[in-house]
């Protein structure tokens, strides 16, 4: 059996789940192992999703699907190097938009003539709004990471035991006992 290793078609090496083995034993094979990577690579997944919200638009009549592949794994080489503008931009303009859907759906509830609509149409603003406030939230952390305050830090090797409570008091420095028949004094 000849195996074969090929690697993986996307350009970012240092991803190593991407340098991920597949064994080929036939040259029918080597193509079965490029449309597995393919199949289960993220830019297929999210070109996917892409495809099918824009297939019943004018954009998704002009998606060139090499040229999508390509840009979105540029997309996640820039945040493998540490570039995260795309993604603030990408998170404040969905935090923007979720609140006009807020905006909208507050209207729509506020025009409905029965209460059933109202009830679904305000229910679903309050969604855009939590939903609003998440992208927000999720936008702070990145731009400012919480700041972790350690109490002990242990570098060493080996075992060891770490002790942090405060000691106890002994009891038996207040009160003296005799000793009994069973430690072995005789009274």
Known sequence: MNKTKIRATSKADEAPRENTPCEARSSGD????NMARLTTSPELAAYRVIGAAEAT?????HIDVPTILEQLRNEAAAVHCGDLSRTESML???ATAL???FARLVESSMKAGMLPQ????????LKAQSQCRATLE???AIKNPPIVYAKQANVTT???QINNAAAAPS????????PTQLSGENP
Do not use: I, W
Request: with cysteine; hydrophobic share 25%; charged share 25%.
């Open 30 to 33: 080597e193509s079965k192992c």
């Open 57 to 61: 638009t004018s954009v998704g009549d």
């Open 92 to 94: 404040m303009n969905q």
């Open 99 to 101: 609140q006009t859907l």
């Open 118 to 125: 109202q009830e679904t149409a305000m229910r679903l603003a």
């Open 138 to 140: 999720t936008l702070v």
């Open 158 to 160: 080996g075992p060891q």
């Open 171 to 178: 009891r038996a420095r207040g009160k003296k006992t005799k």
